[in-house]
Structure formats: structure tokens, C-alpha cells
DNA sequence: GTCTATAATGAGATAGAC
DNA sequence: GTCTATCTCATTATAGAC
């Protein structure tokens, strides 16, 4: 343990300050990048906002893109473990026997609560991360980094969502998850639309909403 | 009408030559804008698209921010007639009295239908334009833009949808809107995504499945 | 790890000749 | 209407001191 290191490994673990600045960067990268888009959010600007040189934006982040990907995925896996533990709840308490299927609601509820959750209650750095979710999605030139961040869970669930409706077709169901992923993500970025119209709505009403619109329209 | 004119006033009609550059330019900046957004396209490289110089996008488009206005404007007028037109169609045919109402089925129909085939079968400008719009929609910064462009139609058919479903609160068909919108654009977002998996499906079918998912939607 | 300083490039806009 | 040339400013990235 005390040989030298090769010149790309870490020769010791980063500081607390160093984590801490980092995260600034981080934050302020995910506010920018979600507020403007990849690239009406400049690195000066996120440097700014974050209190530092935009020296240290490069030296944390990397290139511009590496930086967008890392912001990308930093939540992405906390996103997926509350999918996954909201659908792996819902299946022990159903827990009749391990194979029978999910009834779709709850298997939706599943999926779009916590994101809804996250992005509406979880203050405004989840809520900046909808937003920049929205971009990656919408956006081909992200395709790869999207693919890699929520494909998996998203297989996941397009397997429960097949064993919930078994006399489905497999690739409608591929397309009604997309208008419904599309219909999730219009809450971040058109809220003011839907609040401006039907007053003072609390998260849980506009997941019963999109609930009630998505689930019917999986079953048509 | 021979007294000199004001100097913001058109001295006299532009020439066919410069009606086709300015095309070639407008068509050029939907292209980019739709690719790489607002910032990510840079007024040389429209230029260059377009086979003319710098100078000659300011000169027909204005500013930056000008020119991807008018842009969006340019096809919204078509397309609102478009669907404007299929409503008046559909009442026409139904006939029976004036004010009886149009089934819910039909009224999304109109208003998708127009959108899906242009941007589908209307060639490389329409599909351009389609992308364009989801920027426009997805970002806050053009909210002006798409009140001026998409809400007076939009209206309309909320008017219908509400007469469709007399019992329904307006409030839960405005954001049921929003969502279909939302799926619609995804259409043009994420196309790859959904023919990657329900292969070489027809205009005509993607309707219908997006159809079939929204009206339940709306019905739930 | 953090900062200053700067390199290298590209941006949007416009003046003025033709 | 079109083009050349140029102004002014902001961009990403990096070298090197501390």
C-alpha cells in the first residue's frame, strides 16, 4: 500500500471541502443546464453560481459534455432506486404469491410518484432536475446518456406493465409508456400551464390525474 | 398614392429572387433551430446552410431572437387553418343541428390528425417544424411566442372538448390538453424510440394509437 | 484544490461598397 | 438585395503559480 500509484488513479480520497465545492459546481450546473439547455448555460455562468473559477468547473467536471452527463446521472440512480423500491413495496404487500402480476394502476403509481414526489417536494434542485430531464429527453443528442441512465428501470417496468395487461400488445404498450413519460415530464416543464388553469393543485392531485389519463389510456 | 412613402414603409414589393432567398434562409434557421435549439444554432451556420452570407440572415430575419419567431410563426398560421378547417369539415358533415355537440373521438381527431401528417408525410421542413415546436412548448422563454401562435386555436378545441364532455370539470380538460400535447410532440421527440420497438408503423396508425390513448384519457 | 491569466475560437451584429 | 470586412464580446479550455 505505500508503492507509488499510477499518475491516473487517486492517490487519496478527496477532502470534505473538496466534496462540498464539487457539489456546488454540480448544483449550479443542474440549475443552469435545466434553466437555458446545454448550451445557453455557459460554464462562466455555472462557475458564478457556484461561487468559484470557472477553473475549478473544468477541473471537477471535466469537458462541458462530461459535465452535463455527470449532472445527468448523478440523481439518476436515486431516481431508480425509488422506482424500484416503491414497485419492490407494492409487490411484498400484494405478496399473495411472488408471480402473480401487479394490478397497472399501482404499477404506474410506482413509477411516476416518486418523480413527481422528487420534483414538485423535493426542493428546487429536484425540482431543476425534472427540467433537465425534459431536455435529455427531448433531445436525440442525448439519446446515449438517457438510454443509459433510465433504460434498465425502464424495462423493468414495461415487463410489469406487460404482465399487468397480458393480452396486450407489446409494442403498443412501448408507445403508450413514451406519450405517458412525455404527459410526466410536461409537469415540469408546462406546470405553469396546468396550475395557471386549475388552481393550487397538490402533487398527489396531479398524480391522480395523470394517473387517471394514463392508465386509461394503457388499457385502450 | 405616388407621394414619397414614410422610410419604414416598403418602397415597393420585394423581388421573386429575394422572396426565394429569404425562404431558402427561414427554411435553413427551422432546420438548425430544430436540431440544436435556439443557442445551439449560430446565425453562420444558417447562413451557410442557407448558401448565403452572415449578413443576409439579419437583414431578412432581424435579430436572433426575431428570426425564431418568425419562424415558428410561419407554419403556425398554416397549421392552425388546417385544423380549423377539419373541425368545420366534421361539423359540416354531422350537420344534424348547429350546436349539437361533436363526439370527443372526433374533435382530437381534428386537432391531431393535421399536426401528425404534416409532420410526418409533409417532407423535411414540416418534420423540422414539428421539433421546432417542442423546443417552443418545452421552454418557458417562448411562452409569448406560443400564446401568440397556438393558444386561439387551442381554445377552440378546449370549447369542443368541453361541449364533448358536458359533465367534465374545465379544469381537468385543460391539463388532460396539456398531456396530449405533450404525447403529440412526443411523436416528433422520440419517434425512434417508439418505431424502434412497434416497427414501420403508418401515419395513420400512430394517430390512432395516440388517439385511442388521449380520448380514454380524457374520458377517465 | 484553488486561483490568475490567457490562449484560441466563434459568436451576433453592422457599416458601407456595389 | 447582396456581399466584404470588421467590431465587440463571450465562449471553452488550459498552463502554471500558490
Redesign the interface.
Known sequence: MTEKLHKNQRQRAPSQRSLATRDRIFDAAEQLFAD?????ASIRDIARAAGVQGALVSHHGGSKEALFATVVARRAEELSTLRLQALAAAKAQAQSDAESALPLRQVLHCFLAPFIHQTLHGGANWSAYGRLI??V????RW?QIAQRCFDPTARVFLEEIAKALPEA????I???F??M???M??LC??R???VG???AETAED?TA??L?????????
Chains 1, 2 share one sequence.
Open positions: 437555458r439547455g446545454f448550451e445557453g425534459a431536455h429527453s427531448s433531445n436525440p439519446q400488445d407489446t409494442q403498443k412501448s408507445a403508450c413514451v406519450f413519460v412525455s404527459a415530464l410536461s416543464t408546462s405553469w400551464r396546468i388553469l386549475s388552481q396531479l390525474e395523470l387517471d389519463f394514463c392508465e386509461a389510456g394503457f388499457r385502450a
